[in-house]
Structures are given as C-alpha cells and as structure tokens.
C-alpha cells in the first residue's frame, strides 16, 4: 500500500521559535491532510490542501502541498505550548478513500 | 464538522475475553473506519465499515479477530475478541467530513490487556 515517510520523528524547540515538519510518498495524493493529536484524544484537523503547489495557513499554521503531489510541509510560527503534542500527515487513497498516515512527528515546546 | 462520540474512553480487560467499542456520529456518514494506534506508533487502518455490508478489513486483520457492526448511518462497533496483552493500543473510529474532505476522529479507546 501507499506509504508517507514524515520527518523528524521528534523535535524540541524553545517556545517562540518556529518549526518546520514535512512529509514525502512516493505515490501521487490528491488532497493532503495535517492532524493534531492531543494526548487522549484522536486526531484533529488543522490543514487541508486540495491542489498542487497550494499554500494555506490557519493562524501560525501554514502548510503547502508539493507540486509533484508527491510531498507537503508544514510550518508553526512563533510556537507556544500548546502546539506541543503529535503531528501526522495523512492521505486520502483507495475506493473507499481511507486514509493512510505519516509517522507522525512528536512536539515538545520547552519554556 | 461532524462530531463522533467514542466509547468507553478507556477500558482494562483480561486476556480471553472481548471489548466491544462503540462510535456515534451525529450525521449520516456512508463509510466509517476503525484504526489501532499501538503505543507510540502512528494510526493504521484495520477495516473500513459499510452500511448494510460487510466490513473491508486491510492486510493482517480478521473478522474473527475484529468483528464490525454497522447497522445504521450514524453508528458502529468493532469488537476486539479473544484479547492479548498484543491487543493493547489505542482504538479510533473516524468518519469523512464532507465539509472541508478531511476526516473527522472519535476520541479513541485506550485498551489495556492484563
């Protein structure tokens, strides 16, 4: 099956300073998805990108969808500590467009 | 968005026995897909639940093994049977939103086997 190779697995950052996660496969997506995951929660939404070379932000979240449809980054501003938790890339495949998930990539906002 | 109610949110059980996990959505949804989420590891896919039809499970689960109801729109079950302390991991319920093409996520349900 299809498989999103997403780096780092883990980083720490000094609250204030920016991140920067990415993901790569080597099969074409068609919509992108970047989720949250809060410790005892499921994954949360924060980005969705829909077309090749699209660039969306939500607040200090800006992600962009490669123009091969191959890869997407996403980018944290100025961090707090509530963007502390786990990040996943994830795509859309199959008949049934089930998702398929990046490794996801650990946070840790130090004061 | 839709909003999917996951239960129990936790659950400790002893090995041989079954945990059934519930989801409730609060809108007709056509597919629904079960996930595990083994500790500290990234979501993978263990079916995908049609109304009306059998449940589509990927490579290495079974229906014995991971049974899934789905007798409405709005609700389904998986059943992890016959646990091992390998059955320990986080188990998620999700659903395509239509507003916005992602996936919406219940809260998951922490299974611990003793």
């Known amino acids: 099956g299809q498989q999103l190779n997403q780096s780092p697995q883990s980083m720490f950052i000094q609250e204030g300073e920016d991140v920067s996660m990415n993901c790569t496969s080597s099969?074409?997506?068609?919509?992108w998805l970047w989720y949250k995951q809060d410790p005892g929660e499921g994954p949360v939404l924060l980005i969705a990108l829909y077309k090749a070379g699209e660039l969306t932000s939500n607040g200090r979240l800006t992600a962009q969808f490669g123009i091969t449809r191959k890869d997407s980054f996403l980018n944290i501003s100025a961090s707090i500590p509530s963007d502390v938790g786990i990040y996943f890339c994830?795509?859309?495949?199959?008949?049934?467009?089930?998702?398929?998930f990046g490794s996801g990539t650990q946070l840790t906002v130090l004061p | 968005s839709a909003v999917i109610s996951q239960k129990p949110s936790r659950d400790i059980c002893q090995r041989g026995t079954s945990l059934t996990i519930q989801c409730q959505v609060d809108s007709q949804v056509t597919m629904m897909f079960w996930y595990r989420q083994q500790p500290g590891q990234s979501l993978t896919l263990i079916a995908t639940?049609?109304?009306?039809?059998?449940?589509?499970?990927e490579s290495g689960f079974v229906i014995d093994k991971f049974p899934i109801s789905r007798p409405n729109l709005t609700f389904s079950t998986l059943t992890v049977s016959n646990m091992s302390p390998e059955d320990s991991s986080i188990y998620l319920c999700?659903?395509?939103?239509?507003?916005?093409?992602?996936?919406?996520f219940g809260s998951g349900t922490r299974l611990t086997v003793v």
């Open positions: 994830a795509g859309p495949s199959g008949s049934a467009r089930q998702l398929t």
């Open positions: 639940a049609n109304q009306g039809s059998e449940a589509t499970y």
């Open positions: 999700s659903a395509p939103d239509i507003a916005n093409y992602g996936y919406t």
């Open positions: 099969s074409i997506f068609n919509t």
